[in-house]
């Protein structure tokens, strides 16, 4: 295989990886607001209290190989947004920090639980708006740190969109580990976050494919969309499914916990899988493809053993962690 290539779908995995195990992660700060009565909080604290930092694993890695594999796409990524990366670095600190200092606090806990929820908000709509303006693509020679060519009214628009779906995420992970007033208005929300994130991927779907020539023809000329047509019929059906056994739980019939969580993640992949059929082969669109950006062959041979003996591990602690861990969250206890 195409070392330039193994290195691409290496990044790709490491980035759906991060959304999914962080998506429900930062969801559930941003669904922190939702639940308010007493003890509520501290079950959602302690639902990820094992998992929360062992999940950023998958930036850091996604990072790195982003930096050795690809360096000058990552010099131009970090350098054209700069200020959103940043932002959302400062909001995952004040969002690490908040979690270690609210199971220690007294009178101050409701200023850490405005920096939870508040932080993983806001490294989650940054998250979406890179991910928009990527879509978008970079102008050429745009590239300082006080340019503001990333707020636009589409990048806003995937920033909420990415919201929505690390908050539907969360709904599902709570749905599965939690038992009763709090399942039950994990499914409420999932039924709701369920429509919403639908709607939202329907709105940026339209906005690319209208704004985006390469991506239109990519997924319409000539008997493209029936080759491509199984990605939108997948969606739909995880969907069906997984509002049928939220809606089952809600109504009182038996439902599959487990399942909701796990079409929540097919939504993820398949919308990840249409992005890149649409952008392939390009890291920046219409700008530089993954074989431009490519470190030498030399470099990337220099850099497999590492990755073959990291990834793996990576995978088994991350396996093995959840595993350890699995079933429902028990009563809340102090610290973790």
Request: one cysteine or more; hydrophobic letters at 55%.
């Amino acid at each position: 295989m195409d070392l330039a290539f193994f290195y691409f779908l290496l990044l790709g995995f490491a980035i759906f990886m991060y959304v999914l195990l962080d998506g429900f992660d930062l969801g559930i700060g941003i669904l922190y607001p939702w639940f308010d009565q007493t003890g509520e909080k501290d079950h959602l604290m302690r639902s990820i209290s094992h998992v929360w930092d062992g999940n950023e694993t998958w930036l850091v890695f996604g990072g790195v190989i982003l930096f050795a594999a690809f360096p000058i796409a990552y010099a131009q990524i970090t350098s054209t947004f700069y200020l959103p990366i940043m932002l959302m670095l400062f909001a995952l600190i004040f969002r690490g920090v908040a979690f270690e200092y609210r199971f220690k606090s007294d009178t101050s806990r409701p200023y850490w639980d405005f920096a939870f929820s508040s932080g993983s908000a806001i490294a989650a709509f940054c998250q979406g708006m890179l991910l928009g303006s990527l879509v978008q693509g970079i102008p050429v020679g745009i590239n300082s740190m006080s340019s503001l060519h990333w707020l636009t009214p589409f990048s806003v628009l995937t920033g909420f969109a990415v919201m929505a779906g690390y908050a539907l995420l969360a709904a599902c992970y709570l749905f599965m580990k939690s038992r009763g007033r709090i399942q039950q208005h994990a499914a409420m929300l999932g039924k709701r976050l369920l429509v919403i994130t639908l709607l939202a991927m329907v709105a940026v779907s339209l906005w690319t494919v209208i704004g985006q020539v390469e991506i239109r023809e990519r997924w319409f000329s000539g008997y493209h969309f029936l080759l491509l047509s199984p990605l939108p019929i997948l969606t739909l059906i995880a969907a069906a499914i997984a509002w049928k056994d939220l809606n089952n739980h809600a109504t009182g019939k038996a439902s599959t916990e487990g399942r909701p969580f796990w079409c929540a993640a097919m939504l993820f992949l398949l919308g990840f899988s249409g992005l890149v059929v649409g952008l392939f082969p390009f890291l920046l669109p219409r700008q530089l493809t993954f074989w431009e950006a490519a470190s030498p062959d030399s470099s990337l041979l220099f850099l497999l053993p590492g990755v073959c003996i990291f990834v793996p591990l990576i995978c088994a602690y991350t396996f093995w962690g959840y595993r350890v861990f699995a079933g429902k969250v028990e009563d809340y206890q102090e610290g973790y």
